[in-house]
Every structure is written in structure tokens, then in C-alpha cells.
């Protein structure tokens, strides 16, 4: 695989490197001239085939919780990709992609529209980042120190610092939200179970008290969620604090009748009601603690990822129109070309996770995962994550839904954060951290 030349230097794995060094303001000055506000090139590509950037999809004044409409209905598709014509493609698909035409290619395939750099955020958050550039650092991997309320790294230097900025992205001050997931079987069967969830993010809090990131025990975000179905699951709670580098957890299980301290919830462990589906470290992408990895930053590249998919969370897509046998309905996704970074993290010798090797692909508009390739300790491929971009218009902000897990080697898959049936995010709640007391959380699950 081709990747553009590195303007930045020092593309190298993060192992003994203590303490990272922050940018120069000569460097943090190119924010908002020829790189965006958040460090994506501004200029388009070569061809013409990725435009400019000039400010992604303008705010909405909407004060209440709302399904998208697709901003983009007369947008036609420019080809589609199938296993008759991958090949022509190869270059720009990621090795997860790839897998998935060899696997299902007699359904599998990605139609391709024109791109539109959607990204943007407030004006506010822009400053924010201009700042973090210059006065945020990265002790290790985990330890981040001097960050404030924006991505803590738009210029980046390595890996971590790129898993960082996706860790810390701007989603508002809060939300409440309904999060339906599926465990797909190779038949086509499938079990449904549906979420409440209450998140907090302190850090990135434009509207209030905010954190500033200036110790390890600083929370970034509160997290707490109550499965509603099915039956078996019904009433268990999951609440977490996200800390600089660790992560404190309770789970309320209704049998106890009463709530315990978790088990690690920064790796490899099964997240509650997903059947081991997915890992703690795989929500919302990636979540989790750096320690057992190492990160590598291999470069820029041009990709075909999945973004603007609008049309699947429209209100009124019933999502037996979403989930199909081996794959989502493809039909619905929208595809782009868009430039990526490439992050790959390999496992550290003494260390253990269920995933020896994983290559993290991030769009450079929003700094989120996309996509990821995850192998097992053996070198093979084992499970593809799959992120479809949308903007919370807004906000605005950018995130993915709904996210979709291939497990290559079972023949099934797990999908999550359907919401199109449901009532749509609500990020005008107003959360006290009083409410996401372990203390309270008892009473909260026996009311």
C-alpha cells in the first residue's frame, strides 16, 4: 500500500519515547490556513476527486432532539464496487474491506458517491485546539497532560497522539441516548437488545465548567447504561468514569440486588449483553487504555470509507431494513474518498489481549475511527470494524452510527447504535456528576 510522504516528522512507534514534545507555534500557526482548524489538509487532492474543505455542513438552530435528513438527496452514485471490479480498487479499500468482497462478494459491495467534506465544529472548539497544539503533551501512552476541552493533538507525531484525538472528540456537553445492537448469526438470525444511555462529557463541555487535563485521575467523560431487553438482560446497569489513564466501573446485576466494582473495562473483557461480541476497548471503535500496545503512525492515504450515511438513521428506516444475512444492507451505506490516517498497534511482548495486531483508519475531517482490522494473536484476521460517519448537525459534531463488527472467522456479526426506530439522541440534557454517583446508582435501578 502507497502512503502519501509525511509533512510531520518523527512517523514512529511511541515505545520509549517518556515524554512527547509539542508542536512549535510556527507549526500550531498552519491551523486554520492551510491545515483546518483540527489539522486536515484544507486544500483537495491532485484531481479534484477530494474538494476543498471550507467549513462542512453549516450548525442547525434546532433546540430539540431530531432524526437527520440525508443533506444530500440528489446525490447520485458514481460507481459501485463489486467483486467483479474490486480490483481496480484495491489500493484505496482497507485490508478489513478487502476481506469482506472475499468473503461475501456474491452480496457484498460499496457504492461510491461524491465526496463532501461534511466535518465541522464550533468556532469555540476551534481555539480550543489551536491551543492544545502547542501546551498538550503525552507522558507513555496514557498520560496526557495540558489539554483542554479541544483535540489535544492536531498536528500529531505518532500514533497515540492520533488515538487520543478520537478518544477526546467533541460530542457536546451530554446525551441521553437509545443504543440498539444485533448479534447477526450466519443464518441470517439475529437477537435484538436495546440501551438507555446517560453519558457526561466534562471535558470537552463548551457551555459550563469544563475539565483542563492536568492529572491522571481527571475525568473525561460519565457513562451510565441500562439494558432494557431482552428479558434475560433486562435491569442490569453499567456505570463508568473514563480517568486520564484508567477507568473506574460498577455494574448493578438485578439478581445481586446490589452494585460491585467491575472487572477491567479497558480491554479485552465482553462488553455486558453483547455475548462477547464485542470488547470494552471496541466501543465506539476504540475506548480503551494504550498500555498493552505499541503505535505506530504509517501515514496519510486516500480511502474509500464510509461516511454521510445519513439515509440509515433516518427516521422511519425500520432496522430489519438495516440488519441482512452476513452483512448490512449495502444498498444503504454511502461511500466517499476521503484521506485517513493509518495507525497500526501491535501487541507488547508480556502484555495480553485477544488481539495481537490492529490498523486503525481515522478520517482527518473529525478524527474519528472509521474502520479497523483486528487479527488474533496469530497473525490472522480475525474481526472488521466498520464506522459510518454522520454529523450531529447541531452540535455540530461528527460520529458513527451505527458501527458494525465482522467476526471473519465465526461467519456473523454485531452491529450497534441503531437509533432510527427509536427517539432520537437528546444532547439537551443537563446531567449533575451527582447523577452518575455509584452511590445513587442502587436506587436509580430499584425505583
Not at 517518556?18 to 500557526?29: C, M, R, T, W, Y
Not at 492515504?301 to 461516511?307: A, D, F, G, N, T
Request: proline residues 6%; hydrophobic residues 35%; contains cysteine.
Amino acid at each position: 500500500m502507497r502512503y502519501t510522504p509525511m509533512i510531520l516528522a518523527g512517523a514512529l512507534s511511541l515505545a520509549a519515547q517518556p515524554l512527547l514534545a509539542k508542536v512549535s507555534p510556527e507549526e500550531a500557526a498552519k491551523l486554520g490556513k492551510e491545515l483546518t482548524p483540527i489539522g486536515a489538509e484544507r486544500a483537495g487532492n491532485a484531481d479534484g476527486t477530494i474538494p476543498e474543505w471550507t467549513g462542512g455542513l453549516p450548525a442547525l438552530d434546532i433546540d430539540e432532539p431530531t432524526h437527520w435528513e440525508d443533506p444530500f438527496p440528489d446525490d447520485k452514485v458514481l460507481f459501485t464496487i463489486t467483486k467483479d471490479n474490486v480490483d481496480q480498487y484495491k489500493d484505496k479499500l482497507t485490508v478489513g474491506h478487502l476481506a469482506l468482497f472475499n468473503a461475501y462478494g456474491d452480496t457484498y459491495k460499496m457504492n461510491v458517491y461524491k465526496t463532501r467534506r461534511s466535518s465541522g465544529f464550533p468556532e469555540e472548539y476551534y481555539e480550543y485546539t489551536k491551543k492544545n497544539a502547542t501546551n498538550a503533551s503525552l507522558e507513555g501512552t496514557d498520560l496526557l497532560l495540558g489539554a483542554e476541552v479541544g483535540f489535544p493533538f492536531p498536528i500529531p507525531k505518532n500514533g497515540a497522539e492520533v488515538i487520543w484525538n478520537h478518544r477526546l472528540k467533541y460530542r457536546g456537553k451530554a446525551i441521553q441516548r437509545f443504543n440498539n445492537q444485533f448479534i447477526v448469526l450466519p443464518d441470517g438470525s439475529y437477537t435484538q437488545s436495546t440501551l438507555r444511555e446517560d453519558v457526561l462529557f466534562p471535558y470537552a463541555n463548551l457551555s459550563g465548567d469544563h475539565t483542563v487535563i492536568d492529572d491522571k485521575d481527571d475525568v473525561t467523560i460519565y457513562y451510565v447504561a441500562e439494558i432494557l431487553s431482552p428479558p434475560r438482560n433486562a435491569g442490569l446497569f453499567l456505570m463508568a468514569w473514563e480517568h486520564v489513564d484508567y477507568r473506574s466501573a460498577w455494574l448493578y446485576p438485578p439478581a445481586l440486588r446490589r452494585v460491585r466494582r467491575a472487572p477491567s473495562v479497558a480491554y479485552d473483557n465482553p462488553y455486558e449483553g453483547t455475548d462477547g461480541n464485542q470488547f470494552y476497548d471496541q466501543v465506539d471503535m476504540y475506548n480503551g487504555a494504550l498500555d498493552r500496545f505499541t503505535w505506530k503512525l504509517v501515514g496519510k492515504k486516500e480511502m474509500y470509507i464510509p461516511v454521510n450515511s445519513f439515509r440509515m438513521n433516518e427516521a422511519g428506516v425500520k432496522y430489519d431494513d438495516v440488519i441482512g444475512k452476513s452483512h448490512i444492507n449495502q444498498d444503504l451505506p454511502r461511500y466517499e474518498l476521503r484521506r485517513v490516517w493509518v495507525v497500526e498497534s501491535d501487541l507488547k511482548e508480556g502484555t495480553t489481549h485477544k488481539f495481537g495486531k490492529r490498523r486503525f483508519y481515522v478520517d482527518e475531517d473529525s478524527w474519528n475511527v472509521v474502520a479497523v482490522d483486528c487479527y488474533d494473536t496469530r497473525g490472522n484476521l480475525w474481526k472488521v470494524q466498520e464506522g459510518h460517519l454522520i454529523v450531529e448537525r447541531n452540535l455540530p459534531a461528527s460520529t458513527t452510527v451505527p458501527e458494525v463488527i465482522y467476526d471473519l472467522q465465526a461467519r456473523s456479526y454485531f452491529a450497534t447504535a441503531l437509533r432510527s426506530e427509536d427517539e432520537p439522541n437528546n444532547p439537551f440534557v443537563d446531567y449533575d456528576t451527582r447523577f452518575f454517583d455509584p452511590r445513587e446508582l442502587k436506587r436509580r435501578a430499584t425505583r
